[in-house]
């Protein structure tokens, strides 16, 4: 990122005082130099690096990781997600225990601005929508929309050419609405016996949830050579979910890294390849689940204010309570970051 400053010129026009050498006799005088050029130039040739540029290499942004890089940029992302678990759900005297299908669409807007050279502020915009692929899935899974907004703050200093380090600071805040089919149906099988006294809860198909997350974490990111990049970061979760007037809270460590390497610094081909990791880690709470992240991407590298490509995930994790934890969740990001 780049901050951009205006700063008035003054010129100063010296009169030639009475005395002063013609221009004929200034040429047998031996030349002067300024003795502050030489330093002034050296530090213009070893100014910090801006941007996600270190020791000539251009890093690569990864979805599950974010770098300790101060940019202006905006980027547009279109997610797409599908997996299948297992698991058993019974609804009145009939058991559903065969594999469930499901799905996610979404999206990803976002803008960051550099400010003060070593600073950074960003919003983000995510909504999604997420449903069972299938009647059964649909029953037992259930479908959810989700619109989240996120902010948040950068601040990184260089540590020579080759190493960057940042604090970053992020809330996310946004309600989800959750449509839980066959938790309303077992509610209304188990509430209506006799059916004269049924009492149907509205609250048990429908429901809307208010999440609040807040994580600071810590970031450092390692040029060794002009192609290849390493990113190591270790944050803290803090979420809280309101519902129906009941609040719930956990607490959990994110360690994460990402490695890209960019064959056009070595080649005529303007590809980088990227690998990232991301471990949630709850140690309080009972509402935050261990979700393990790891994927790579490709990407075109042949602009350097551009980084546009596709990532690919694998996430283990369970989608709800109601299923096992699995491995075969699949999230794609494809979309484009312009940097300024």
Known sequence: MTSHALAGVAAILL???TGVPLAAEQDDQ???TNPAAAPRADAEDHRPPEGRILNDHTFLPAASVRGPFTVTSFGSFMNLGYGTTSGTYQVGG???NQGFDYALFGATLDYEL???RYFSARLALTPDVFSGANGSSAIVVGSRVQVG???GLTASIPLG???RVGFLLDATSGPNLALAIGQ???AVINNCQPPSECNIDSGQFFNIVHVFTLEPAAAVSWAPLPPLGLT????YIYATQTSSGSSFNGSAVVPAFAADFDFGRISSVPIGILFQFRWIAPFSGTELQHITDLGGGVFYTGRQNLAVGLQLIVRRSAVSSTVDVSWNNFLTTIGLRYYW
């Open 15 to 17: 009169a030639v005082p």
């Open 30 to 32: 031996a030349p002067t």
């Open 94 to 96: 009939q058991v559903f």
């Open 114 to 116: 550099a400010f003060l």
């Open 149 to 151: 907004l996120s902010a």
């Open 161 to 163: 050419d080759t190493i």
């Open 184 to 186: 309303g149906l077992r």
């Open 232 to 235: 190591a970061s270790l944050g």
